[in-house]
């Protein structure tokens, strides 16, 4: 078996599955309440909970006699906030060595492209093809990458803001409390799409910018004089008005627009077969709605990640710590260090 971590931000998650992938457990740690009073997540209040959450959540999943049949612990390594980063890490990274174990690090992006082929218990992953397309949106991510054999590239990534990202801001702008983007998803569905956000058009370029959306999103709710009275946990209380649900419904059709107007031109100068979208914000209801009317035109595969394990989880860390061991007898990563850059965005850069 594989014993997985996950701490690159505000979830904590340990996660045990098979050695063909079948998940076994997947707990979380939440701690969403905690950062609520701030309207976001504050690294060093993440890291001191990840410390006190995790020797619970640890018990949970491994006793002694657990401990005795895994024989991989797997953590994620980079990119993330490093004070969240390091207590998921460490604690791993101890626990192989101390247990003699061998040790796996993770790049955070890795487990988000291979969660759409995770199935849920009792269920194996479905076939990975030799060759596809991942799609991640979340709060911090917005990126292409080109699969091939297992092995990874960056072809785009966002400019400034991520996907998920200024569906917070926004969110926050009417005073909804964090996390605002499932929240502003469900308040755009009684919304009409009046405005015409511009969608970024860059030549020949796949890369995502969302900060110019954000602000005319910003001056478009300002304009209408709305100030929120209180902090709206439950999007169903808050008393919106119809203007305010209009921009927010034309404001996602905007974001949305600009994931599919990249898709397509991909499509069109590399060609697409087979497409795997994943990350917390592949929740989102326009999103999955646009994808799979797009892939259906096309003639184009699409594997939408289960909504289980679109969010931060440790159980996609395990495996694609499973898929780096796949036909290789690898050595430990016993020393590997944390970084808040993932490797595939330094190796692009380059
Ligand atoms: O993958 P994830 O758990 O963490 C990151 O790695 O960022 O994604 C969380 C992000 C948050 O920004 C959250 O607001 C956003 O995903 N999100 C959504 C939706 N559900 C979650 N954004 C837009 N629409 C949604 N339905
Ligand atoms: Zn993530």
Not at 36 to 43: A, F, Q, R, S
Not at 304 to 314: C, G, R
Request: overall charge neutral.
């Amino acid at each position: 078996m594989i014993l997985a971590f996950e701490s690159s931000c505000d979830d904590l998650g340990i996660a045990l599955l098979s050695e063909e992938g079948v998940v076994l457990q997947n707990l979380l740690a939440r701690q969403i309440e905690k950062h609520i009073p701030y309207g976001g997540i504050i690294p060093e209040v993440a890291s001191r909970e990840h410390l006190i959450n995790l020797p619970t959540l640890f018990k949970a999943v491994v006793d002694s006699k657990k401990l005795s049949t895994i024989d991989t612990i797997a953590a994620t390594r980079a990119p993330g906030l490093v004070g969240s980063l390091l207590v998921g890490f460490c604690f791993a990274k101890a626990l192989a060595f101390g247990a003699n174990k061998r040790f796996i690090a993770v790049d955070h992006l890795e487990g988000h492209i291979f969660s759409p082929f995770l199935k849920p218990y009792p269920e194996k992953p479905d076939h990975i093809p030799d060759k596809f397309v991942a799609l991640v949106v979340s709060g911090g991510h917005t990126a292409l990458f080109t699969i091939n054999n297992l092995s990874i590239k960056l072809i785009s990534t966002t400019r400034d803001d991520a996907f998920g990202e200024v569906f917070d801001k926004i969110g926050k702008k009417i005073g909804l409390a964090y996390p605002q983007g499932p929240k502003v998803d469900y308040l755009a569905n009684l919304g009409q799409e009046k405005i015409r956000f511009t969608i970024p058009y860059m030549e020949g370029e796949l890369d995502f910018s969302f900060s110019g959306l954000k602000s005319a999103a910003i001056r478009a709710i300002d304009k209408t004089k709305f100030i929120p009275e209180q902090r709206v946990e439950n999007p169903q209380e808050g008393k919106f008005p119809q203007e305010i649900l209009d921009i927010l419904a034309s404001f996602r059709a905007a974001a949305v627009e600009q994931i599919l107007s990249r898709l397509e031109r991909l499509k069109r100068s590399t060609g697409i077969n087979y497409l795997a979208v994943s990350g917390g914000a592949a929740a989102n209801a326009l999103l999955r709605k646009r994808l799979t009317e797009w892939a259906v035109s096309n003639g184009i595969e699409l594997n939408l990640v289960n909504l289980e394990y679109a969010a931060d989880n440790a159980a996609i860390i395990g495996f694609a710590a499973l898929l780096k061991l796949k036909g290789k007898e690898k050595s430990s990563d016993i020393s590997a260090e944390v970084s808040s850059i993932s490797e595939y965005v330094k190796k692009w850069k380059r």
